[in-house]
């Protein structure tokens, strides 16, 4: 089997980057990561990863005139490392369609909210001042638009009566280290496949998907 080389995009500590490495580990994962790129030369992530032996590299997106020129920077270091495909782990800076186009199909990214809602920033912030009762995670093909592109995978939390952004942040942020490996099992797999705005095939179980057990509703 020939496992798809992948590059993690972070721009910071790279949390998700950690879940995905550590199932990357066994062989017959269908995808290796053989690359963490950073925007950001001194992104602890970077250090994180030099640590556990992968290659690293830095495209600082302060020295370009524009976006994209620095993507045909990042572009050369990626096509350097042979790389196949692309997920996304807290990479804050937007991409450009030129970038998005070359690797249409090839590039998830992971939202701290239940797409199509609250996509962009402080997601955790205003689904409480919205007084919903579920909110979660999506894992979900980059496309030109910010925070659209098929869904791959979604996972839910309780809204609690106590939650604050930050306690509330921190279930989901679990949550997406769940199923972040799991959308790129199905995807470097070959067990989905995309039509119009669709994911289909690969339906992962409910319990791999959906409440965490200790936040199970009560009968």
């Not at 972040?180 to 998907?209: C, F, H, I, T, W």
Request: overall charge neutral; glycine content about 8%.
């Amino acid at each position: 089997m020939r496992r798809l080389r992948t590059a993690i995009l972070i721009s910071g500590r790279g949390s998700n980057m950690d879940a995905l490495i550590e199932a990357a580990r066994p062989l017959d994962f269908p995808a290796e990561i053989a690359l963490v790129l950073s925007n950001r030369p001194d992104a602890p992530g970077l250090a994180r990863a030099k640590s556990l032996g992968l290659a690293t590299a830095a495209v600082d997106h302060k020295i370009y005139a524009g976006r994209e020129e620095f993507e045909r920077s990042m572009q050369i270091v990626l096509e350097t490392y042979r790389i196949d495909f692309i997920c996304l782990a807290g990479f804050t800076r937007l991409l450009t369609p030129w970038f998005t186009g070359a690797w249409s199909g090839r590039m998830l990214n992971i939202h701290p909210a239940l797409l199509p809602s609250y996509r962009g920033l402080h997601t955790h912030a205003r689904a409480l001042a919205d007084g919903v009762k579920i909110h979660g995670c999506t894992v979900h093909f980059v496309v030109p638009q910010m925070d659209e592109g098929p869904i791959v995978a979604q996972a839910a939390v309780n809204v609690l009566d106590d939650d604050t952004p930050q306690t509330l942040g921190a279930r989901v942020l679990e949550q997406e280290h769940r199923i972040y490996p799991l959308a790129l099992r199905l995807v470097a797999s070959g067990a989905v496949r995309v039509k119009g705005n669709r994911v289909l095939g690969g339906a992962m179980r409910a319990e791999d998907v959906l409440l965490a057990p200790d936040e199970a509703a009560p009968p």
